[in-house]
């Protein structure tokens, strides 16, 4: 069952410090676990509720931009660096050569213009907390040359073929700052076949 | 492009001689609902203990330190879960260390206790794992496997590490496998081959009798690998204790010589970047200048088909321990066949084939015991005991048992560990009646690969009867 507004956690951040407010857990009782065979009691059920603070640090940038309808990579320009001018995505806040911090910049229009499929995979199967419809379609997402990285993501109008020119949506209706907030379609894709909540 | 230093490419060296004296693993199974994970942790010990014809207590005076390799503390919900099988058996003041490593937890537990010993630190070190996934109903369990993905960029993605994982899958079947219906059939040789090798051991938890189509014909879990392509998920321990010289003739007059090495990769498959291919001792410079032409889209190294964790480790250990060709040089290999596929991308990975050709190491029928063509010894058995697929995949136990078996055929005892009837009747499993000794005759050299998810660890384990060694120490 959904939690009520009561029942969630939320949290702030005030002078540096998480302020927490609502219900971060609830507590259910444990139940015996019997053989039915033998009659005898083999264990207990722990049920456990939990709700975690997590910090997204120097990559919150890029999930704070998916709700903008902006994707937002990043780029060594070390003059030092051997690998400088390298664009991550997966974003990385740190050049992985060099280890200097690497610039934010905007990779919007070029995903527009530059993404296809270098593979993908189609299935059925998920694990407890998915929220994605199935079947869920995996797309591992190339950019033009200077992003050096591929990135995963999921295809939800079309069908994946290697090689397929995609186009980015984003979550820019009541987003939920996460990775589920950017999804491709492929090209051609119009604005009312997007899943609800999503702009290109 | 990503270039490795000399000194990062240095061949590892071991102070001195490591022994492997014995080995034991548990039953494994789906699920144990009546037995807690100490029971089978205590089982494989002291399998290890009667191996060495020792009780428990007499084989555990020679140990001085513990490496346990256990991986998923949230499944088990158990925090310092080492440190409670660490006091069930018995071990304590010793000093002892949990490893975790995915997929390669078991390989990388060893290649602790082995570093232990050839530093000097310890004459004799115990490398044990476990693993315990039935604690949490199936799709829980995707999710806690989908939290070894990146937790922001991943895991949010369907909660599902197959998902994560196959898209290589796909990759490697439309490049290198050409997407032909022969290849799709060879991936399926390797289901039926391991699941048929599971049938003779006792130990094994997925055996099965079945053909070629049964896997084609299988549900689809992620086109294209279909359920009788993947792995099974497991409980279970397994074990081996390594040595000095001395000590490990004092345990037993057979001890086994033991090279280990690592190597690891992007945890992410999305951060792997374009490199020129590390080559192994037995491939040639510009040997793979041409891959690109000849498969169109593999020009990109390793890309999503290539694991260059486990090449890495090959190159180490392979240096370490003279082994130029793996086919000529080893007589079986253990390899983590998690999916069919990855199996047979891990032959090219550790130069049994070269890149592009990983599946004529199973047509041409090199990885039978038997070869099906000639019905002769094939050349370089691969997972005689089942594998993942066939035996077991109990993830910090993994590595572990492939080590073991590596060991029973070197120490030509297989048939012992696989065949008494009692063993069968007492894991409550029916003996086959056409039940087949699959000891390699005359097995000298072995080789286990232990591998993390999408690669992100590997350890190559090297195990060699001590006068059949290849370089001189
Ligand atoms: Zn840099």
């Not at chain 2, 490893?99 to 310890?122: I, Q, R």
Request: charged share 25%.
């Amino acid at each position: 069952m959904p939690k009520t507004e009561e029942e969630k956690g939320f949290v702030d951040i005030v002078d540096s410090r998480y302020k927490p407010k609502g219900v971060f857990h609830i507590i259910e009782a444990n139940q015996p676990i019997y053989n039915k065979d033998t009659g005898k009691l083999a264990g207990v059920t722990n049920p456990r509720d939990m709700t975690y603070i997590h910090t997204y640090g120097g990559e919150a940038i890029f999930f704070e931009s998916l709700g903008k309808g902006r994707l937002m990579a990043s780029r060594c320009d070390n003059e030092k660096c051997e690998t400088k001018g390298s664009v991550y995505e997966p974003f990385r806040i740190f050049c992985p050569d060099c280890l200097r911090k690497n610039t934010v910049v905007d990779i919007t229009e070029k995903a527009q213009k530059t993404a296809k499929i270098h593979s993908f995979i189609i299935t059925h199967r998920s694990g407890a907390f998915n929220t994605l419809p199935k079947p869920i379609k995996f797309i591992n997402v190339e950019f033009d040359e200077e992003v050096v990285t591929i990135l995963m993501s999921v295809l939800v109008v079309g069908e994946p073929e290697m090689g397929k020119i995609v186009v980015p949506i984003f979550r820019t209706k009541s987003p939920t700052y996460t990775i589920m907030d950017l999804m491709f379609v492929v090209e051609g894709t119009t604005e009312s076949e997007l899943p609800e909540g999503f702009t290109f | 492009m990503i270039k490795f230093s000399d000194k990062q490419l240095k061949i590892p060296k071991l102070m001195r001689p490591v022994y492997l004296a014995t080995v034991g693993m548990s039953k494994f199974d789906r699920a144990f609902p009546e037995t807690r994970i100490e029971e089978l942790c205590i089982d494989a010990l002291t399998a290890a203990a009667d191996f060495v014809n020792m009780t428990p207590s007499e084989l555990k005076k020679y140990i001085h330190t513990c490496y346990y390799g256990h991986f998923a503390d949230h499944f088990g919900d158990q925090l310092l879960g080492e440190a409670v099988i660490h006091d069930r058996l018995g071990l304590d003041p010793l000093g002892n260390i949990g490893v975790k490593t995915g997929g390669a937890t078991g390989g990388s537990a060893m290649w602790e206790a082995v570093k232990a010993v050839a530093s000097g630190y310890s004459d004799c070190a115990l490398a044990l794992g476990w693993e315990r996934m039935d604690e949490v109903p199936t799709d829980e369990g995707n999710h806690l496997i989908s939290c070894a993905a990146d937790k922001d960029w991943e895991t949010p993605l369907g909660h599902i590490y197959t998902g994560y994982y196959a898209v290589m899958a796909q990759r490697y079947w439309k490049i290198f496998g050409k997407e032909e219906d022969s290849f799709r059939n060879t991936m399926a040789e390797v289901a039926v081959k391991n699941r048929g090798y599971a049938r003779m051991n006792p130990h094994a938890q997925g055996p099965m009798k079945i053909t070629v189509e049964d896997v084609i014909n299988s549900p689809i879990v992620a086109y294209p690998l279909r359920v009788l392509d993947c792995c099974l998920m497991s409980v279970g321990s397994a074990c081996g204790i390594v040595c000095d010289e001395k000590t490990a003739y004092e345990i037993t007059d057979k001890p086994l010589r033991i090279y280990i090495a690592a190597g690891s990769h992007t945890l992410r498959v999305a951060d792997r970047r374009d490199m020129k291919i590390p080559l192994l001792p037995n491939e040639k410079p510009n040997q793979y200048d041409d891959l690109g032409k000849r498969f169109p889209g593999g020009n990109r190294y390793p890309g999503f088909t290539g694991f260059l964790a486990a090449r890495m480790s090959a190159y180490y250990a392979y240096n370490m321990s003279g082994v130029v060709d793996p086919t000529e040089d080893l007589d079986l290999v253990e390899l983590h066949d998690a999916f069919t596929i990855s199996d047979i991308q891990t032959y090219e990975d550790i130069g049994i084939r070269p890149y592009g050709e990983g599946r004529d190491y199973i047509e041409s029928g090199d990885a039978y015991v038997i070869n099906p063509h000639t019905k002769k010894p094939g050349k370089l058995p691969s997972n005689p005991c089942g594998g993942l697929i066939g035996c077991m995949h109990a993830v910090g136990a993994t590595g572990l048992m492939q080590i073991a078996e590596i060991g029973y055929h070197i120490w030509n005892r297989w048939d012992e560990i696989h065949e008494p009837e009692e063993k069968w009747k007492a894991f409550g499993r029916e003996k086959p009646k056409d039940w087949t000794n699959l000891q390699v005759k005359g097995a000298k050299r072995g080789l286990a690969i232990s591998h993390a998810g999408v690669g992100s660890h590997v350890t190559c384990t090297i195990l060699m009867d001590p006068n059949n060694l290849i370089k001189e120490d």
